[in-house]
């Protein structure tokens, strides 16, 4: 890892803009959510990976049916000390600008939080020795009651923008939001099937309390879609299993999707869905939770080059 992390530097053509567009691209699983994650354009984000390509003389990324399959045997050797790279400019930068974090923190995060957003927690103690964090991992609605009951200091939940209209359960009285990254959803099937020969639509979903749950339902009550529930797990690789397996037909984002998934869209007939949004929130009163958020909203959006 060593050798390799030297000669990228010593590479001076290559920019950390264009590893950041790599890794946003591998970790969110195509071009479309990587734009969301780097806050460019699909266009640009392709130009800075071919870029990239052409500087090292290889193709990184295999493409089948227009989404990212995963990577080459190049792009395996050289994807790790690109995630080192941007990972290691992070940390000296939080070393720099902030203090040494010492405290208790009660922090939840959602069931499917990826493990390369668990590492950036793992990150933010290695920077901190006295910092002790206790994570709880729950669905996205029963983190939001926890906070507000105030069993929770700090939260990472998913929403998307119609969850602030929600009614009551969503009041954020004495809490404070941080947008970390916002992704689209998307329909996703084992094949192509037309929303209109769908007499009723078998949704592939979390549990109740999930937002991308909510957000198939209201779409489809708003296209007066009938549909029933034909797979539920809590599992994220079960529900990804499952629509593999042609149980039925799942909402999730771009960067959950496999490469056997075909992606439903507009050409089908299938409605637009909401983005979703990765939001941290915390307690007004503190100067650690405060400081805190800062340096997690720090690492996550460096981290995927927000």
Not at 110 to 121: C, G, Q, Y
Request: net charge positive; with cysteine; charged share 25%.
């Amino acid at each position: 890892m060593a050798s390799e992390l030297a000669q990228l530097i010593d590479n001076r053509r290559i920019t950390l803009e264009q590893l950041r567009t790599l890794v946003s691209i591998v970790e969110v699983g195509g071009f479309q959510g990587a734009s969301y994650q780097v806050h460019r354009t699909q266009s640009a984000v392709t130009q800075s990976l071919k870029k990239l390509e052409e500087i090292l003389g290889c193709r990184l990324l295999e493409r089948k049916q227009g989404h990212v399959a995963g990577l080459t045997p190049e792009g395996e050797r050289f994807f790790p000390a690109a995630r080192e790279i941007l990972a290691r400019v992070s940390e000296a930068q939080a070393n720099v600008q902030k203090p040494e974090l010492s405290g208790r923190i009660a922090l939840g995060v959602p069931d499917d939080f990826r493990i390369t957003d668990l590492r950036t927690i793992s990150r933010c103690l290695d920077l901190n020795s006295r910092l002790r964090i206790q994570v709880t991992s729950a669905l996205s609605a029963e983190l939001s009651k926890l906070i507000r009951r105030g069993n929770l200091d700090m939260a990472i939940l998913k929403e998307t923008e119609s969850d602030e209209l929600a009614g009551p359960e969503y009041n954020r009285k004495w809490l404070v939001d941080q947008l970390l990254r916002a992704e689209p959803l998307l329909w996703v099937y084992n094949r192509r099937v037309a929303f209109n020969d769908l007499t009723e639509l078998p949704l592939v979903a979390f549990p109740d309390g999930c937002a991308y749950r909510r957000a198939a339902l209201a779409t489809l009550e708003r296209r007066a879609k009938s549909s029933f529930f034909a797979y539920t797990s809590a599992s994220y690789e079960n529900i990804r299993s499952a629509v593999s397996a042609g149980l039925g037909i799942s909402v999730l984002p771009s960067g959950a999707t496999t490469p056997d998934h075909f992606i439903l869209t507009a050409r089908e007939g299938f409605p637009k869905l909401p983005n979703v949004r990765l939001m941290l929130l915390y307690r007004s009163r503190g100067t650690l939770l405060s400081q805190l958020a800062e340096v997690l909203r720090r690492l996550v959006t460096q981290h995927t080059g927000g």
